[in-house]
Structure formats: structure tokens, C-alpha cells
């Protein structure tokens, strides 16, 4: 074995502990699961047809692992550039080579390169060459010498050391040098800062009128560690309008007494890692001074050190709630195989119309003006009642937007009409995106006779019928489930988003004769041009008769079938394992099952649960297929090409109450959840105005988050606290024992507000991790104060 392949090996070894150590498992599961996404292998494949390789590590784990992944190897190509470095200069002894190797995160490994990197010439180095290092040392090493009378030892004008002052400011400026550059030392101030310093936030003077949306942030304070996601970005976009001044100090700018000995306690641990003591001795003060200043360097570093972990903190909490945000939208129970009335709502330009087939075909298309300016009522009426008949419709969709009140009136109206002859369902959907999917040039290939007005309520529809589907053919970020995700890194964000696409997609399954290319590029191992070649062989040879002749497809080779085939369905074809989420590679295994259960013909045999209850998964392990995937496969074969998703419900909306002057306090009533944040969940109860509920009225029990107790898509009952119609707000509790607000009075409790739908969430903070400018815990938010910071953030009204 080479050198070269021994450093690797002890590389990947070091990478592989550290994994399972974060995740909780053994080195040889994150070792196996690293070397087939290495060998291209795909997250979804690997979760679900290797698990005997990575000892059944779920979809999850693998994503964490994948990011991890890639940071570790960052830190590792870094340390190698760092040994490198410091090896070329011969400075790298066995110590500090044991100490670059020892480091866990990118931060403290640039705090040990630190002094090795090429930099610009500094006063330390001037005064090193001016020959005042020994003076620096002697006074360090001897307080009780007189700094001035020592540093007369060191005057020369030639180079520019023309006093004491001057040759005292070199010695000093190497001290201070030598501080800011030990590793040890700023690591440790920079943790004691995290935890005990402040971030502080100031309105820019004269921006008090523009800034109003970030008034709660005016005279703020908070400790870093525990600073909610949403305060952080939001600090930090008041501070790129310039609305805000915001730093990073160890003290409050009041200097109260328990901040002046914050601010001492720094200075005293940088004055004791210079082995300085206030003795009287002549050199003390002067020393002592230097630990100060020395501090103050040193904090510069820490500020701009903290405000990258603050951000990537807040980053990393702010993609992880768009992307299971993003899952539970996807993964939203679907409408199926229902004839649809999709309504796309507008004011002057007129409700645009689209009714589809329960196959998703466009079959009519129209537009009807029924409000303001034109005021077509019954004649817009007479239209859709005539659309509904003639197609069979069954479901009808409403877009969110502008003018989507009246026209769920309008809808409210039109099944009003049809009475008992038809049964007609509406609800009203997010229409996030649909405006973006409609101008795409996905969509002027599947709609080209359309115009771009049409094709949004064509969107509109289809998403109600399948919402994975037709959610696919838009970028993610425009789905409207996030927080700041314009403030978050846009390639982390993608990355995030693109993964939960994914993994949606293979855990649900694609019929291959009846997807699109954008549902069938999602497929793991298929990609953008894969898809596209598979529509164009279905289109020009006919829909596929079995998964094998998936490989006829140009360039769609042995791996790529690997990865695709058992995410991919055929229904009604030649083999009927191909109608099932059982891998061709395992066919063998499905049957020898089947024919263990008795039915000699395998189409008679699935779906035969009772028939595969009796059966030992362990009679059917071999060398390739252990016990977690015979499960898979028995379970698979009960139920053959089962959706995970949820069954199709609608909240019942109660008759009578369509706005927000209609609630009254103590009501009980079903909504649906349309998102949910940090800080709580917003909940559409049919009045136009989604409500609030907030973390602290979803449970008796303490929540975290609030996904533990709803997710989006979810029908839930809610009693309301509070209704305020100037104000456009909505409070609501999922705990229905909660006493109502009086009339014009406060809820006693915590409660929510409500927001526009289709808007990004609220930010509110958590009231179990906020503190307070004193650095202690703050008491939950009073109603009218998370109200009026929600105004002033723009997103109330």
C-alpha cells in the first residue's frame, strides 16, 4: 500500500467514525451507504433495495449523511491544503500537525493556520524587524522592569523607533499580534461569546419611517445562542437595507454592572492567557492594557466569526422547514381519477376556466366575468353550470388569489344551483407557482394551443387531482411553503428542495405509460434527458408492456435500469410484478413467495394478504436478499402498488360563515391547514383569512415543532380565540377546552393572527428559546405584541 493510499484510507476511516457517531449507527453501515451514492447510486435506491448493505438506514439518514458527507470532505481538502502550507514554509512540527488533524470544524482549523497564512505586511512585523520582539518578551517575562526605561534600550530612528512610545506601540502590537492568533484562545472566546455575549440591533438614524417593518428590532438585544431562525435573517435583512446597525459585542451598550463584568470576565481571560497580574509591579498596567486591546482585536475576528454561524444556524433551520413544508405539500392526499373544474380568479381580467378529465386531459376551456368592473353574474353562472354538466365534473378548484373570495362565492352559488342533480365539491387551493408554471416553456410544450391565462387554472385543477404530479413541473422555491428563502443560500436551498422532490417522487411511484417528463425525470436514475427519451419511445412504439423494455430506451443503460425500474409502474402489462414497488432483481424472491402462499398464478397471488401472513419471511433470505427486504417484498405483494399518500378529505366548512365578521369566539370549526412555521400553523376555516395557531395552543403538552402536532394538507378542528375584521387577523387553538376572548378583550392567553394566504409566514419567535436583552428568558409574547409585530414585518394588516 502506498503512502498516498494509506493517508486516504485513514481519511475516508476518520470520516466514516465521525458519521456514525452523528447519526447514531455503526462506521460499517455509513461506510457502505458512502460507497454506493460514490458509485452512483441514489439516495432513494439505496434506502429502499439495499437495505442489507447499509443495515436498513432510511431515506433520511441517508440525506443527512449526503450533506454531512460533503462537508467533511471540504474540511478534509482544506486540511490537506493547510498541512501543505504550513510543510512548504518548514514550520510544520509533529505538534502542530496532531493539533490541524485534531480539528473538527473549518473555523478552528483557520484559527491554527492563522499565523502561517501570507498576509499583508503588519505593524507586528515592522516592529519585529525594527528588533522590539526581546522588548515585547522582557516586559512579559519581568513586570517588574519600567516599561519606559526598558524601552529607551530600543530607540533607533533609522528605523523609525524614535522614542519609547514608539518602540512600547511595536512591543505591544506584537503581543496583541500573538493573542489574536492563538487558536486556543480564540476558540474558547469564541464559544464563552456565543453563549454569554449579544447581538444588538439599533434602527439606522433616519430610517425609523422606512424601516416600521422591522420596528421590533429598533433597540434589540439577544444572546446568539437560541436566537430563533427567523430573528436572525431577519436582522440581517434590516441590516442589508440599511435599516438596521446591528454588531456583535460582549457588553450592552447601557454597560449595566452584570455586562461590565461580562466584559471584564473576556478581558481577564485574555490578560490570564498572557500571564498577566495586577501586582502593582511597573509593567502591570502596561501589560494589562495590551490583554485589552488585545481583546478588542480579537472580538473584530469573533464578530464577523459569529455572524457566519449565526447565519448558517439559521440557514440550516430555515431550509429544513421549507423542505418538510415542501414533503407534506407533495405528499398531500390527491383528488385522483375526478373530472375537475379549475377556477384561476380575477377581478377585471375575468375568472379564467379550465375543466379537465380525470386523466388530467384539458377537455374546455373559457373565461367568465362575473365581478367588478363587468359584473356578469348569471351569465358566468350559466357558463360553468353548463361546462359541469357536460363533463361530468365532480371537484371544483379555486385559486387562491386575487378575487378568490368572490369567486368561492360564485362556486358557493353555482352548486347552490345544480341542487341534487350533481354532487359538486369546491375547496380553494394555493396558486402558488401556477403564474411561474404557466409562462414556463414546460408549459407551452403541454399546453400550446392554450394562452398563458388558461394555462394557470389548467395547473390549478390538476394539482387538486394529484398534487406530486403536477407539483413537479415547478421550481420548488415557488410553491410558497418557506421562510427568507431569498436570504438563505440559493445552491443549499436547491439542494435541499431538489432531495425532498425526489424522494417524494420514489416513494409514491410513476405509472412510466402515463407521466410526464417532469415526473419521470424525478425518478431516481432517470434525469432530464432520460425522461424525455422514454416519452418519445412511448409516443413512437406505444405504452411500455413491461419494465425490461425500459432498456430499449436510448441511453438508458444496465445502472440507470438498476436505479429506475422498481419506481417505475406499468398497470395491465405483460408481467404483473411490474405493477408493484418489488425491484426486477427480485423477482425471484416475489415468486417464490407467491407460490409458498398457493396460488399457482402470480396475478391471483397479489394482493392475497391473508394468504402471506402465515409465512416466515426467514424461509425466503438468500445471499443476496436478507429478512428487511423479503418484509418489503411480502408487504408490497399484499398490497401491491399501494399509495403512501393519505386518503382524499375536505374540510367541512360550517354554512353561513364566509368572513372573518362571521366568526365569533368559542365557534368549533374544521379547517385545513395551509402551512406551518416555526412559531405555529396557519389554518384555512373558510372565511378568506387563514388564522394562526400558535405553538403554545396546539397541545397541553410542551411542543418543539409545531410538525409533531399538524402538517400542511392536514383537516383539522380548531375553536377560535379571537376575530378582528379591521385588522384582518384570526386566532385559533387546537385544544378546544381553551377559553374564547371576550368581545374586544384579550384571550387570556397566547394567541395567533392571521395572514393573506399564498404570503410567506409570519415570523414569530419561539417564546421557550427567546431571551431577553439581559440575557434571560423572556416571557411569552403578549397577543397584541406578536400582532403588531407581524403588522410591522409587512405581513399582517
Request: charged share 25%; glycine share 8%.
Amino acid at each position: 500500500m502506498t503512502d498516498a493510499t494509506a493517508a486516504s484510507t485513514a481519511i475516508n476511516a476518520r470520516i466514516y467514525a465521525q458519521l456514525a457517531a452523528e447519526l447514531g449507527v455503526a462506521a460499517w453501515q455509513v461506510k457502505a451507504a458512502v460507497e454506493l451514492l460514490d458509485g452512483g447510486a441514489t439516495v432513494p435506491f439505496v434506502a429502499r433495495y439495499r437495505k442489507e448493505a447499509t443495515g436498513t438506514l432510511d431515506d433520511a439518514q441517508l440525506r443527512e449523511l449526503e450533506e454531512r458527507l460533503r462537508y467533511l470532505r471540504e474540511l478534509e481538502d482544506r486540511r490537506r491544503a493547510v498541512l501543505d502550507s504550513v510543510a512548504e514554509q518548514g514550520k510544520l512540527t509533529a505538534e502542530l500537525e496532531a493539533s490541524i488533524n485534531a480539528a473538527e470544524t473549518k473555523a478552528r482549523l483557520e484559527d491554527i493556520y492563522l499565523p502561517f497564512k501570507s498576509k499583508r505586511r503588519t505593524k507586528a512585523q515592522a516592529a519585529r524587524e525594527a528588533g522590539l520582539e526581546p522588548l515585547a518578551e522582557s516586559l512579559l517575562a519581568n513586570p517588574s522592569l519600567d516599561p519606559e526605561t526598558e524601552a529607551a534600550r530600543y530607540l533607533d530612528p533609522a528605523r523609525e523607533v524614535p522614542d519609547a512610545a514608539a518602540a512600547l506601540a511595536g512591543a505591544r502590537a506584537i503581543l496583541v499580534e500573538g493573542l489574536s492568533q492563538d487558536a486556543d484562545l480564540v476558540s474558547d472566546l469564541r464559544e464563552r461569546l456565543w453563549g454569554r455575549g449579544l447581538v444588538k440591533a439599533r434602527v439606522h438614524e433616519g430610517k425609523e419611517a422606512e424601516g416600521q417593518k422591522f420596528a421590533d428590532y429598533f433597540d434589540f438585544g439577544q444572546v446568539p445562542d437560541g436566537l430563533p431562525s427567523h430573528r436572525v435573517l431577519a436582522l440581517l435583512r434590516g441590516e442589508k437595507e440599511g435599516v438596521l446597525d446591528l454588531a456583535i459585542a460582549e457588553a450592552d451598550p447601557a454597560d449595566t454592572d452584570e455586562f461590565k463584568a461580562a466584559r471584564t470576565g473576556y478581558e481577564n481571560a485574555v490578560a490570564a492567557r498572557l500571564g498577566v497580574a495586577n501586582q502593582g509591579r511597573p509593567a502591570d498596567a502596561w501589560l494589562y492594557q495590551t490583554a485589552q486591546l488585545g481583546w478588542r482585536r480579537i472580538l473584530v475576528k469573533l464578530a464577523i466569526d459569529l455572524r457566519v454561524r449565526m447565519f448558517a444556524d439559521a440557514e440550516d433551520e430555515a431550509v429544513r422547514i421549507f423542505a418538510a413544508n415542501l414533503r407534506d405539500v407533495l405528499l398531500a392526499a390527491p383528488a385522483g381519477n375526478r373530472a375537475t373544474l379549475g377556477l384561476d380568479p380575477g377581478l377585471r381580467t375575468g375568472v379564467k376556466v379550465a375543466v379537465v378529465d380525470g386523466t388530467g386531459k384539458v377537455v374546455a376551456t373559457d373565461t367568465v366575468y362575473p365581478h367588478a368592473p363587468a359584473r356578469r353574474w348569471d351569465e358566468s353562472l350559466a357558463t360553468l353550470a353548463r361546462l359541469v354538466e357536460r363533463h361530468g365534473v365532480e371537484l371544483i378548484a379555486i385559486g387562491n388569489g386575487t378575487a378568490s373570495r368572490e369567486t368561492d362565492k360564485l362556486a358557493t352559488e353555482l352548486i347552490r344551483l345544480l341542487g341534487g342533480q350533481r354532487k359538486v365539491q369546491k375547496l380553494v387551493v394555493s396558486e402558488a407557482g401556477a403564474s411561474v408554471y404557466s409562462a414556463s416553456a414546460l408549459a407551452s410544450a403541454e399546453l400550446p394551443e392554450l394562452d398563458v391565462s388558461l394555462r394557470g387554472a389548467v395547473s390549478i385543477a390538476r394539482r387538486l387531482q394529484d398534487p406530486l404530479a403536477e407539483l413537479v413541473k415547478i421550481d420548488p422555491k415557488s410553491i410558497g411553503v418557506g421562510q427568507y428563502q431569498h436570504d438563505v443560500t440559493a445552491a443549499k436551498l436547491e439542494r435541499s428542495l431538489d432531495a425532498v422532490v425526489e424522494d417524494c417522487v420514489n416513494a409514491v411511484g410513476v405509472d412510466v405509460n402515463t407521466a410526464s417528463p417532469s415526473l419521470l425525470a424525478r425518478v431516481a436514475g432517470v434525469g432530464p434527458l432520460l425522461s424525455e427519451n422514454i416519452v418519445a419511445y412511448r409516443n413512437e412504439h406505444g405504452p411500455f408492456a413491461k419494465r425490461a423494455d425500459l432498456k430499449k430506451v436510448p441511453r438508458l443503460g444496465a445502472k440507470a435500469f438498476e436505479q429506475c425500474a422498481g419506481f417505475l409502474r406499468i398497470t395491465g402489462g405483460a408481467e404483473p410484478l411490474d405493477a408493484s414497488s418489488v425491484h426486477p432483481e427480485a423477482y425471484g424472491v416475489a415468486r417464490r413467495i407467491l407460490a409458498a402462499a398457493g396460488p399457482a398464478d402470480v396475478r391471483q397471488g397479489l394482493g392475497a394478504a391473508g394468504s402471506l401472513s402465515a409465512l416466515d419471511p426467514q424461509a425466503f433470505v438468500d445471499e443476496t436478499f436478507g429478512v428487511p427486504t423479503v418484509r418489503d417484498i411480502m408487504a408490497e405483494l399484499e398490497k401491491p402498488g399501494r399509495d403512501p399518500r393519505p386518503s382524499f378529505t375536505t374540510a367541512s366548512f360550517s354554512e353561513g360563515v364566509e368572513k372573518i365578521s362571521d366568526l365569533v369566539p368559542g365557534m368549533v370549526l374544521e379547517g385545513t391547514v395551509t402551512n406551518v412555521a416555526a412559531f405555529g400553523a396557519f389554518v384555512d376555516v373558510g372565511v378568506h383569512q387563514d388564522g394562526l395557531v400558535h405553538i403554545s395552543a396546539m397541545s397541553n403538552k410542551f411542543v418543539s415543532d409545531p410538525r409533531e402536532v399538524v402538517k400542511s394538507g392536514q383537516v383539522v378542528k380548531v375553536k377560535v380565540l379571537e376575530a378582528d375584521p379591521e385588522r384582518q387577523r384570526i386566532s385559533l387553538t387546537l385544544r378546544l377546552d381553551d377559553d374564547a376572548a371576550p368581545a374586544g378583550g384579550a384571550a387570556g392567553r397566547e394567541r395567533g393572527v392571521s395572514r393573506p394566504r399564498a404570503e410567506a409566514p409570519a415570523r414569530q419567535p419561539k417564546p421557550s428559546r427567546d431571551r431577553g436583552r439581559d440575557g434571560r428568558p423572556a416571557p411569552a409574547p403578549a397577543n397584541t405584541a406578536m400582532a403588531e409585530a407581524l403588522r410591522r414585518a409587512g405581513l399582517g394588516k
